[in-house]
């Protein structure tokens, strides 16, 4: 049987080995190490925010070694996974389809978003459990003639305490995550590597291969070598992966960026809902109820109980303009997004307002981003083949890095069914 490398086990990683266990003997490659939820108490934390001991929001991966914060040059704060399961263990479990950008290069995934239907389990149906305090806030968007629409979560909400820490990771494994697909792939006799870190290929240009996988693994340097390799590090850590091959991406990076508009509503309990039970589609953004930690935690104007705060998400769809370099995260805000990012505000004050919010009340967090992808966008060349023409034979990209345009939403179910699309792709060449 012949061998293939995955490096990555979030979304795309971990979807693309199980379906390529079949066909080859899969090894999997993940820097970080077994994902572990936050084990702290949320509310002893905040009573250390005046302290001054949370002073920058790249601490938190001291409290929580899963979640890794980086600043890009415009002191955007990017959030990403670094643990079996990648940023699936961070994500609120919600999954939208959202593939406008592959549509117009002529990619149908129908196919594949049904095969996902049948194997992860996604519903709408939660309604019954949403507080008094988001049915009001979904009233109040339906009157502004917002439109919300449940989300659909990867959840099982017979097994959810409602515990609103979706973030931090699930306790009670209601919460579907990637590292599910894993365990699946180990079972059929995948090897699951932790704490190794690929840092390059070796790429041989006589045959146009990927003939080594360098890797630090333990604090020493170790290779290895298959027939496919498949890269799925993420949008930020592919690129500088093919960066240090000597393989050249776009400047096309885009984040998501989201900004939460707070405030302070007595006894709101948003700490304890269900994070994003819906969500609002606008012109290059989406707006959703969501309890903000980073911003809690660091931000001073959030310095209020947990429980006496209301929050509204703007997910921005920003410009495809900026990088992932190996030195920095080069990442700015262009005009049109902060003309977006301002009608965002505007709508989410309109929606406290409707609850009763006086501005004076009202409170914005910090920008940050956890969405990154686009370096090296699929084209319409590339709807049969998913490869571009600068990678070696043997390579493929499975995460984000491929999509062309920001969705401005969740992408993991998106993500999910570009990965399976891609297996079939590399089960049927790599195996002729």
Not at 238 to 248: A, D, N, Q, Y
Not at 369 to 394: D, I, W
Request: hydrophobic letters at 40%; glycine letters at 8%; a neutral charge.
């Amino acid at each position: 049987m012949k061998k293939a490398i995955v490096i990555g086990s979030g979304a795309g990683g971990a979807m693309i080995a199980k379906e390529l266990q079949d066909h080859f003997q899969v090894t999997i490659l993940e820097a970080g190490g077994e994902f572990q939820p936050f084990a702290f108490s949320v509310d002893k934390l905040a009573g250390l925010r005046k302290t001054g001991l949370f002073l920058d929001e790249r601490m938190i991966s001291m409290l929580f070694p899963a979640m890794r914060v980086q600043k890009a040059t415009s002191d955007m704060v990017m959030v990403h996974g670094r643990c079996t399961g990648g940023t699936t263990t961070l994500a609120t479990g919600s999954a939208l389809r959202y593939d406008k950008g592959l549509l117009k290069l002529g990619i149908h995934l129908d196919e594949e978003f049904e095969e996902l239907a049948q194997e992860v389990p996604l519903s709408t149906d939660h309604e019954k459990y949403w507080s008094s305090q988001t049915k009001a806030l979904f009233d109040a968007c339906v009157q502004l003639g917002f439109q919300p629409a449940p989300t659909g979560k990867l959840v099982d909400f017979d097994r959810c305490v409602h515990c609103g820490r979706c973030v931090l990771g699930c306790r009670t494994g209601a919460k579907w995550d990637s590292r599910r697909l894993l365990t699946e792939s180990i079972e059929k006799g995948a090897v699951l590597k932790t704490n190794c870190k690929v840092t390059k290929l070796g790429i041989d240009r006589n045959d146009n291969t990927v003939h080594t996988v360098y890797a630090k693994e333990g604090g020493k340097q170790t290779t290895y070598s298959a027939d496919l390799v498949v890269l799925a590090a993420g949008g930020l850590g592919t690129p500088i992966v093919l960066e240090h091959s000597g393989i050249t991406c776009e400047a096309t990076l885009f984040v998501d960026p989201v900004l939460c508009v707070a405030a302070q509503v007595p006894e709101a309990g948003q700490d304890h809902h269900i994070p994003m039970p819906f969500v609002m589609q606008r012109d290059g953004y989406m707006l959703s109820p969501y309890m903000d930690y980073l911003s809690f935690f660091f931000n001073k104007s959030w310095r209020l109980p947990s429980r006496n705060i209301l929050s509204i998400m703007i997910k921005l769809s920003d410009s495809s303009f900026g990088a992932s370099r190996s030195s920095k995260i080069e990442k700015e805000l262009t005009l049109t997004d902060q003309e977006r990012l301002k009608a965002g505000v505007s709508d989410c004050k309109a929606i406290l307002g409707k609850m009763g919010v006086a501005e004076s009340d009202i409170f914005l967090g910090t920008l940050n981003a956890g969405h990154p992808g686009g370096m090296l966008p699929l084209t319409s060349e590339e709807q049969k083949s998913f490869h571009n023409r600068r990678l070696p034979e043997n390579l493929y990209i499975a995460d984000a890095t491929l999509l062309p345009e920001s969705m401005g939403n969740p992408p993991i179910w998106t993500i999910l069914a570009l990965a399976k699309r891609i297996a079939k792709v590399c089960t049927a060449t790599i195996t002729l």
